[in-house]
C-alpha cells in the first residue's frame, strides 16, 4: 500500500500545539541529553526504529509522520549549514535536518549504523528546529511528570488506541485533571 497523499503539516505550531506530542518531544530531547546518565534514556532511544529517532516509542507512526512532514523555514535554522535567505522555500522537517546531517549521516551508514549520535549530533539540531532550549528540558513541572510517568501513559494509550487522550500541557500550570498543586 503506496504512502497516502496528505499535505505537509503547515507549521511548527501544529505540534506545539498538541500538548502529547510537544511532552514527548521534550522527552525524546531529554533523552538525546541525558543517554550518558540515566538508563530509562538510554533505554528508550535504543528502541526507536528511525534513523532521527522520530519513532515509537516516542510517536505514533501518524505523529511521527507529522512531525517529519512539518514545514519550517530553513532560514530560522542554524546559520552554518543554511544561508538565510527570502526567497528560499519551507521545507520538510525530515528534509531541513538530513540536510544539517548530510555528511554526518553517509558517514554513519558506511559503518553499518545509520543513527546519528544523539547528544552530539542530534540535540542541538533538534533544539533549534522544535525552537527549544536546554533549560526547557530542566523545568521541575516537566521533570516532575517524566519521573512520575515516562512515556508509560502514552505507551497504554497505544496498546488501548487511545492516542487522543487529554494530558495537559507542561507550562499551563496544570498536569491534566489529576494535576498537584505546588508544582
Known sequence: MGKPNNPPTTGLSAIQNNPNVSYRIHVLLYDLSNVGNDVLSEKRLSETTNELYISAPYFTE????????????PSNLSKESIVPSPNVPTTTMQDTIH????????????????????????LPIYLD?????????????????????????????????????????????????????GH
Open 62 to 73: 501518524a505523529e511521527a509522520t507529522q512531525i517529519l512532514s512539518t514545514l519550517v523555514e
Open 99 to 122: 540536510r544539517r546531517l548530510a555528511n554526518f549521516l553517509d558517514k554513519r551508514k558506511a559503518s553499518g549504523d545509520s543513527r546519528p549520535c544523539g547528544p552530539h549530533d542530534m
Open 129 to 181: 528546529v522544535f525552537k527549544l532550549q536546554r533549560g526547557d528540558l530542566k523545568k521541575k513541572k516537566f521533570l516532575g511528570r517524566l519521573r512520575r510517568s515516562g512515556l508509560e501513559d502514552f505507551v497504554s494509550r497505544c496498546e488501548n488506541n487511545i492516542t487522543d487522550a487529554k494530558v495537559g500541557p507542561m507550562d499551563n500550570g496544570k498536569e491534566g485533571e489529576k494535576g498537584k498543586k
